[in-house]
């Protein structure tokens, strides 16, 4: 079994930065491919970003390419998003995801962090 949680989001001018920060316990994910994923009220979960176990390869959605970075300290168990130029569309709840089903496992989610910007 695998708890991810998320924490690190609040309120936050526009213009501005949060760090988001994942840790995951009950495994280790160091050896899984790990991403973010967000949610606006009234809105499907859309892709965020993503990065290999090894931090080596990144991807990120176009909406927030060039803003945001994704990253991960293995030894700590712990995936990070830094969020930059933050804009009132970036508002939502902010989820982990580590979705292992092509292991055997499941999909993963954490409990969400809320993101709102203000103008």
């Known amino acids: 079994q695998v708890q991810l949680v998320e924490s690190g989001g609040g309120l936050v001018q526009a213009g501005g930065s949060l760090r988001l920060s994942c840790a995951a316990s009950?495994?280790?994910?160091?050896?899984?491919?790990m991403g973010w994923y967000r949610q606006a009220p009234g809105k499907e979960r859309e892709f965020v970003a993503a990065i290999s176990w090894s931090g080596g390869s990144t991807t990120y959605a176009d909406s927030v390419k060039g803003r945001f970075t994704i990253s991960r300290d293995n030894a700590r168990n712990t995936v990070y998003l830094q969020m930059n130029s933050l804009k009132p569309e970036d508002t939502a709840i902010y989820y982990c995801?580590?979705?292992?089903?092509?292991?055997?496992?499941?999909?993963?989610w954490g409990q969400g962090t809320q993101v709102t910007v203000s103008s």
């Open positions: 995801n580590a979705d292992l089903r092509p292991y055997g496992f499941s999909n993963y």
């Open positions: 009950g495994r280790t994910l160091s050896t899984y491919d």
